[in-house]
């Protein structure tokens, strides 16, 4: 099974990604995958419609069921797939 979830590891992540990932405490990734999602939706909006738009829209959409919970299950698989990568690296 390690071999088979490595495999798929090296395939999405790459060999040098997993391995740097593995180093971190997982509180960090989750937190810091959570950060940047909402960091790049800030951007996004404010790309699109100004600082204004930007505040109002982000308080708005991100504030809601599926704003909170998208980005905690994406952070949630992020961090499912670098404890597989860190199974991997274990035996090496």
């Known amino acids: 099974m390690n071999d088979i979830a490595l495999a798929v590891m090296i395939g999405l992540f790459g ?3 997993a391995q ?5 405490r997982y509180r960090v990734i989750f937190f810091g995958t959570i950060l940047v999602i909402y960091l790049r939706i800030f951007v996004i909006f404010l790309c699109d419609g100004g600082l204004r738009y930007a505040i109002s829209a982000f308080a708005s959409r991100t504030l809601s069921l599926v704003g909170v919970l998208a980005p905690i299950g994406i952070a949630l698989m992020i961090m499912l797939c670098v404890f597989i990568a860190s199974l991997g690296q274990s035996n090496k």
């Not at 740097?20 to 971190?24: D, E, S, T």
């Open 20 to 24: 740097w990932l593995a180093r971190f």
């Open 15 to 17: 060999p040098n990604i």
